[in-house]
């Protein structure tokens, strides 16, 4: 028979992580290099609250990669997802991508955002993911230096023309230095999802194209092969976005309330949704890492 936790999930349950990364939509790339502007450039915060709200209501918890300078500007906001139990952790200062910043800029980013965090969660920031998974060399080292134990900006998915993947095969939790040479063995690394044989990430754009059903069956044959499906999600895609000139017709598709229905959706399903310092610490240990897994992938980069 299938026993059960105190939560009342059974033993066998699998589980999953969804994170989010909290930034702004004034703050994303394609925003950035467009011609107009929005009326109010802090679309996507108020969406912080529908996710606390939805996590709760399904009993789950979630890491919030979080832009430092959104703590800066709104502590409130940031201040109430770590005081609802969710982990927070760095996705930078300003979100801009790290190989348009010099070394010295990319460290300086790196310091002030754990350091900013902290100080208005008043709880430890272990965690990073880089904007567009944008990880220049030199960065895992930095993140050590920095004080951080995890990264999470791999995606072991394919070349995507414009965008970014065909570099790398990890799939589970294992040592940065499997990934990367330069990295520091006792750095953790913990990859995003992609779908198996297809090799595209399950969540973030592809989710919208795709549709739900897609991340879910994804999620299924992920848990089936025993790894836990790491998915991300942005605020602002949950919000109405105001059509602003200059920004790609892609960023609009099933925006607001297509993707709120989406992640209740993705909660309802039997996982247990925990954050990414606890699948960390779980594959590898705790901090300091050491040099964990190594990667588990199969002749096409799927794990076997």
Do not use: N
């Amino acid at each position: 028979m299938t026993g059960s936790d105190p939560g009342g999930r059974p033993e066998d349950t699998p589980r999953a992580v969804l994170s989010i990364d909290f930034e702004l939509f004034a703050q994303t790339p394609a925003y950035r290099g467009a011609s107009g502007t929005a009326p109010d450039e802090t679309v996507g915060l108020e969406q912080g609250q529908f996710l606390r709200e939805t996590l709760a209501a399904h009993d789950a918890d979630a890491t919030f990669f979080t832009v430092s300078s959104v703590a800066d500007e709104h502590p409130e906001a940031v201040r109430a997802i770590a005081d609802a139990g969710h982990e927070v952790a760095s996705h930078t200062h300003s979100h801009r991508l790290l190989s348009d910043l010099s070394p010295d800029e990319r460290r300086g980013e790196l310091v002030r955002s754990r350091e900013t965090l902290e100080s208005v969660t008043g709880t430890s920031v272990d965690g990073f993911r880089a904007p567009a998974f944008d990880v220049p060399d030199g960065t895992f080292a930095d993140l050590a230096a920095a004080g951080y134990a995890y990264d999470s900006s791999v995606a072991a998915c394919r070349k995507i023309p414009g965008w970014y993947g065909g570099e790398d095969d990890a799939v589970r939790p294992c040592s940065a230095a499997d990934v990367r040479a330069d990295a520091p063995a006792h750095l953790a690394e913990l990859p995003v999802a992609v779908m198996p044989g297809l090799r595209l990430p399950l969540t973030g754009t592809w989710l919208r194209f795709f549709g739900v059903r897609y991340t879910v069956a994804g999620m299924h044959l992920l848990a089936r092969r025993g790894i836990t499906p790491v998915l991300y999600v942005h605020p602002w895609e949950l919000a109405d976005l105001p059509d602003v000139d200059g920004v790609p017709k892609r960023v609009y598709v099933r925006t607001g309330t297509w993707m709120r229905r989406a992640v209740e959706r993705i909660l309802a399903e039997p996982f247990e949704f925990v954050t990414a310092r606890e699948v960390v610490a779980d594959a590898v240990g705790t901090p300091p890492y050491g040099t964990g897994p190594t990667v588990d992938t199969g002749p096409d980069g799927e794990a076997e």
